[in-house]
């Protein structure tokens, strides 16, 4: 039996919702990650902390 820990959770794509190639457990901390779908071929910026996702903000920065 498996707990809640070990238990494989398949992220989504923030864009089109489509399941990706990544997949976080109980216990996954990224931060910062760039996500890529499969499906719909964008790259996100995301972080995950236990199991719940959040997309990282775009910052305006303007190089001298």
Do not use: G
């Not at 216990?27 to 972080?47: G, M, Q, S, V, Y």
């Amino acid at each position: 039996m498996k707990t809640e820990q070990q238990t494989p959770h398949w992220i989504p794509c923030p864009v089109c919702n489509e399941k990706t190639d990544v997949k976080v457990y109980a216990d996954t901390a990224l931060f910062n990650f760039p996500l890529r779908c499969p499906h719909c071929h964008k790259e996100t910026l995301i972080n995950v902390f236990q199991l719940k996702m959040a997309e990282v903000e775009k910052q305006n920065q303007k190089s001298p």
